[in-house]
């Protein structure tokens, strides 16, 4: 099932138009690029030929792409060219103009030198594209990104760079659309939002019969993509696995790693840590009001499915084979399912303020973000699931993953908590419950569930 991507294909499709263009396409494994690439294709008229390379050498892959050629048509017959270069040459001889894709562009360099291999297309890129749109595609974020930095032979040779990202919470709730906003939280909240992963899901099935069949069946594809993604090219030289386990469904500070993995104060978990950061396997938050303090960033995981493997199945199997994956849920995962996906909601409402902000509906709005509080009287501190900076104080939103209505006595008791804390630029107090409110007295933002999805 193809969902959303609007903006993309309007993207491409206008690459597409042009008698020449060339057109960066990254995001990880899984993401739906191959997907939106061919539904791109579909709508053209021009011949298209679609090459995935190979984890081989330059001359496996221009003979692969001459294959692909003469099955598709475009060369009339058999032959064999020295160079890439020579490839897009001949192409340019040709009264057509061509849509070539190339997609896993990384595994040209598996065998390769990584920049002869970004010299000869920036070759292609300047002097053999007068009848060709280009697109490079890859799942290697990292490597993708480099051709993007001053230095490499491709820096600002791309008319377009498309990074594709997982879907919305919004999007990925097609793939279940008979579940209640409450379910669907839970199913975003578990599985995020990659459409390989959503497509693995079954609308009719409770989100307890989806976890037990897709991520604790080894041989489900949900449950293979989850523990084999870091075991891919871009993560298997970092420690990454550790460093998952170590973040769980937490945000971790430096520190508070370096503790937990038990390493040396070298430098190398901070490298590691930027490598994966990197790549979009972990992101770093700090509060809106403490940007620049170095000491409240958090590390913590990018990928709701990741979070959920390693915060219950990555340490446990060994429990997983002895019981069963319906006893392991039962024991292992029901009781703390709720707290999980409740961390998970609150990501899910910052998102929630980022759509009303691109679609202008927070006029004023400066920053969306957590609002850290420290409290020297009462030594407390904190912070806050989400804020909203509009420059005159900041509006303060509790995020409340309820299975009933909030009562007011829970509003009563978190505004309390609020306002005792001295020294706090608090403006507004708003709260976003999952299944709405038993009573609402002026004065407080309210936001529910159905807000959250609401076109």
Known sequence: ?????????????????????????????????????????????????????????????????????????????????????????????????FIIVIDEYPYLKSMTAPEAVDSAFQAIIDNHLANIDLVLSGSHIGMMRDMLREGNALYGRFDRVIQLRELSYRLSAAFYPSKDVYEKIGFYGVFGGSPFVLEQLRDEESLRDNIIRAILNESNPVCLYASQLLMSDYSRSVNSERIFAAIGNGRKKYTELENLLDVKKNGILSKQLKSLLELDILRKNAPINRIGDSKKVRYEINDNLMRFFFSYVYRNRSALQMLGAEVFYDQYIAPTLSEFISRRFEGLCQDYFSI???????????????????????????????????????????????????????????????????????SRIGFISANGFAQREDGFLYYTGDDLYAD
């Open 1 to 97: 099932m193809f969902v959303g991507r609007s903006e993309e294909l309007r993207q491409l499709g206008e690459a597409f138009s042009r008698e020449h263009s060339a057109t960066l396409l990254y995001g990880k494994r899984r993401v739906g690029k191959t997907t939106l690439i061919k539904q791109a294709l579909e709508a053209q008229q021009k011949p298209c030929v679609y090459f995935e390379c190979l984890k081989g050498t330059m001359r496996d892959n221009i003979d692969g792409l001459t294959q692909e050629l003469i099955r598709t048509g475009i060369l009339p017959f058999a032959t064999r060219f020295s160079r890439m270069q020579d490839v897009f040459a001949y192409l340019n001889t040709l009264p057509r103009q």
């Open 356 to 426: 009303l902000a691109h679609q202008g509906k927070l006029p004023g709005i400066r920053n969306i973000g957590t609002y850290y509080y420290d409290d020297p009287a009462t030594k407390r501190n904190g912070e806050f699931d989400i804020a909203l900076d509009f420059g005159d104080g900041y509006t303060i939103c509790e995020a409340k993953y309820l299975k009933k209505p909030m009562e007011p006595d829970e509003i009563h008791r978190e505004v309390g908590q609020i306002r005792a804390i001295k020294g706090i630029e608090v």
